[in-house]
């Protein structure tokens, strides 16, 4: 029979450990903890899909839509910060800023239009390929459109992903288009909203803001019978609400972990969610994953590798150097 420890002497210990901790290593704590659990609720909104058939990826889509536009209003109301976020969109005067406001959220929908639609019409290993290669199309675009200078590794990630991108095209005579538009158009899309100075918060609210008159439209006059389903199910009722509200306490771990973490931490810690993705799609979700596909995506985690090890490069430098953390933010 183990020896068992008494309950105060645990509790006791943990206590301590923590007091004697310094305030760096328990916000990292804390950070690293929020950025788990952010991916892997981004993780387990993959499945929905699947929870919520027989609605199609579409009409879960239009669903997560309206539920996330609610959740997030009721949070905000109830942190008491709506008015800040209408604030800043207040602030907008000329057409040109509103141009600007609203040119990257088409992208935003067809994002999360796809994250519902793919692991119910067999694209769920293609769009977990698209967050994998993400951050590498990010380091591109960072060199390619700010001039930002890529480190040795930094170059032989985007070297060894864009042969494996190379080596799959040439298997296959094509590429999927879902992992292409993933990591194509995300980035524009966060570039756009960095430039503009907009919060992640701010922009969801303006985006779905946007959205609900044509989720309503959709469910009133086109698929009326779709929301009968739906509202005459005490179950499907549950779940639509809990996708919405596990969309927004996503989003808001994933953002404070965002302004914790260091981002070279944070950035490591962002791969956890394509990983579930992944994994996800070749068990639970049945997607087909063939051995010649070992080579060509062998080569892309490579890359990542790479990628990973510039980033805990440049955390010893910063501890080196005594640099103070940098703050760092997405959606699924």
């Not at 301590?16 to 950025?35: E, K």
């Not at 040119?103 to 390929?129: D, E, H, R």
């Not at 590794?153 to 494996?164: C, N, T």
Request: charged share 10%; with cysteine; glycine share 8%.
């Amino acid at each position: 029979m183990s020896k068992q420890i008494p309950e105060t002497k645990a509790n006791s210990s943990v206590a301590s450990f923590w007091t004697a901790s310094d305030d760096q290593q328990r916000t990292m704590i804390l950070g690293v903890l929020l950025a788990v659990i952010s991916n892997f609720l981004f993780g387990a909104l993959y499945f929905y899909s699947n929870l919520l058939q027989p609605l199609t990826g579409t009409q879960v889509f239009i669903w997560r839509m309206l539920s996330m536009w609610v959740a997030l209003i009721g949070f905000l109301v109830i942190r008491g910060r709506l008015g800040y976020h209408l604030n800043i969109i207040g602030q907008l005067k000329t057409p040109k800023q509103w141009a600007w406001l609203l040119l990257p959220t088409p992208i935003f929908f067809s994002q999360l239009w796809l994250f519902m639609w793919a692991p119910v019409n067999g694209q769920g290993v293609q769009v977990a390929m698209g967050y994998f290669l993400f951050p590498l199309m990010m380091v591109l675009f960072g060199y390619l459109f700010f001039g930002e200078r890529l480190s040795k590794l930094q170059w032989l990630a985007v070297g060894f992903a864009m042969i494996g991108i190379g080596m799959e095209i040439a298997r296959t005579q094509s590429v999927s288009w879902a992992t292409l538009w993933v990591c194509g158009t995300y980035p524009i899309y966060y570039i756009m909203r960095r430039l503009q100075g907009i919060t992640a918060m701010t922009g969801m609210l303006v985006d779905l803001t946007l959205f609900l008159p044509i989720a309503l439209a959709y469910l009133l006059f086109i698929a009326p019978e779709n929301l009968a389903f739906v509202s005459g199910s005490g179950l499907y009722m549950l779940l639509v609400a809990s996708l919405g509200i596990l969309s927004v306490v996503a989003l808001k771990t994933n953002i404070d972990a965002s302004q914790i973490l260091p981002v070279n931490v944070f950035g490591m810690l962002s791969y956890l969610e394509p990983v579930f993705l992944f994994f996800l799609a070749i068990t639970v979700l049945g997607d087909s994953f063939e051995p010649g596909m070992l080579y060509s995506y062998g080569l892309i985690w490579i890359g990542i590798m790479f990628l990973i090890a510039h980033g805990i490069r440049q955390i010893r430098a910063n501890r080196r150097n005594k640099k103070p953390w940098m703050k760092g933010a997405r959606v699924s």
